[in-house]
């Protein structure tokens, strides 16, 4: 609905909009000597007064009373809305391209739930009823964390930049999900590497030899690598949490060198995938792959518990595999590894045994870089000799006997 009236020469527009915690929201919109002006006026308001409230605001605007868009007070609280643009410039700020998983919640479950609220308002009510919201209609406990951590990481930038005093929200307990405990076997990466193109392949041995999560491994760069006496090793920036934390460095096997850097050029700062801008088109093509390989719920985060499993196979020690996982070491384990720091060579030849046993045991599985390539086929002509004939792939038209006549016998 919209309301348009006229008061001492100024012209008013009166909107409506649907929220869905408090109903009808009613906004102002008007122009005062240059500078517009959009406070909310309440909710649910019959329109006498949704009026009456308007002249109310004007009176306060031409008292100087109420700021304008342009020049907001500085006691002025903001809403969550307000704050989400925090949140993007630090995404873009930390160079990540997993944009699409946040930018679903965001625009489908946060903003809808909690947009129109003032930081002040969010407190631990609103909180359990989003989640108890979210249970009733299903979803898992895992999607319900995801979605909470990414509420807790907008209004925790807000405290960091002074938008508000606290977060209200912290202290809330929610459920957490199952972790998964998949682990992909030798014959379904196989039936995937007869399938999958060469890029998704790719993509499966960066993650089996790498262990690397599947948003880190789309942001590897060029120059990440470093080429030392040893070999090749990965260079990973920090971490950006506490949780998901990174090794400084990786060694890499052959297969994972050839993977990175085999038979497409490397292009200095640019990412090595870059043919896919987001998880989403990844996700796109891995799922396809599987679908075409008869292989049911595989997801690639699998390949990185495949990775650690392999390594358990190899007999590397517990202290080497939390190491290459980036998982956060405790207790005196932690406190006694610092080869990296002090430059130990041992620790480096630790890790790099690693992954050459990594490496021979995946071999002995009957996996490689490279698809396996089609043998040639004896054939037994005339005076009993042999010659090798190379067996050439035909299209499917070729198989039309009409066209048939057209082809010169060879």
């Not at 408090?22 to 002006?37: E, I, L, N, P």
């Not at 308001?45 to 009176?59: D, H, K, N, W």
């Not at 799922?287 to 049911?296: F, G, I, L, P």
Request: glycine share 6%; aromatic share 8%; proline share 4%.
């Amino acid at each position: 609905m919209t309301i348009n009236i006229t008061i001492d020469g100024h012209t008013i527009t009166i909107t409506t909009r649907e929220t869905k915690r408090k109903g009808t929201a009613f906004d102002m919109y008007v122009r005062y000597q240059g500078v517009r002006h959009r406070p909310s006026l309440g909710y649910n308001l019959a329109e006498e007064e949704a009026v009456a409230e308007a002249m109310s605001i004007l009176t306060k605007i031409k008292a100087g009373v109420v700021a304008s868009d342009s020049c907001p007070q500085a006691n002025e609280e903001p809403r969550f809305r307000d704050i989400v643009s925090l949140y993007w410039d630090t995404f873009e700020m930390m160079g990540r391209v997993d944009r699409d998983r946040p930018q679903g919640i965001i625009t489908n479950q946060l903003l809808p739930e909690f947009g129109d609220l003032l930081l002040s308002e969010l407190d631990a009510d609103c909180g359990l009823r989003y989640v108890l919201r979210r249970q009733h209609e299903g979803k898992a406990a895992g999607t319900i964390q995801k979605e909470w951590q990414l509420l807790m990481r907008i209004l925790n930038l807000a405290v960091e930049h002074e938008k508000t005093g606290r977060n209200r929200l912290q202290r809330i307990k929610i459920p957490k999900g199952t972790m998964r405990e998949r682990v992909a076997e030798t014959w379904e990466l196989r039936a995937i590497r007869s399938v999958a193109t060469p890029e998704v392949w790719r993509l499966a041995m960066v993650a089996l030899h790498t262990g690397r999560r599947e948003g880190k491994i789309l942001e590897i760069d060029a120059q990440w690598f470093q080429h030392r006496s040893d070999g090749y090793w990965l260079s990973l920036p920090p971490s950006r949490t506490q949780i998901k934390r990174n090794p400084r460095f990786i060694p890499l096997n052959d297969i994972a060198v050839k993977s990175l850097m085999g038979d497409v050029p490397s292009v200095p700062g640019s990412r090595v995938f870059r043919q896919w801008g987001s998880t989403a088109a990844a996700h796109t093509a891995w799922s396809t792959a599987c679908r075409r390989a008869h292989v049911v719920d595989l997801h690639v985060q699998d390949l990185r518990h495949t990775f650690a499993t392999w390594l358990q196979g190899c007999g590397v020690d517990y202290e080497v595999r939390q190491h290459l996982l980036g998982h956060k070491m405790k207790g005196t384990t932690a406190r006694y590894s610092h080869g990296d720091v002090y430059g130990d060579m041992g620790w480096d030849a630790t890790l790099r045994e690693a992954v050459a046993r990594l490496h021979t045991a995946v071999l002995s599985y009957g996996l490689s870089y490279e698809k396996p390539r089609r043998d040639t086929k004896r054939v037994v002509v005339s005076d009993n000799e042999l010659k090798t004939k190379e067996k050439k792939w035909r299209p499917q038209g070729d198989l039309n006997p009409c066209r048939r006549r057209e082809r010169a016998v060879s």
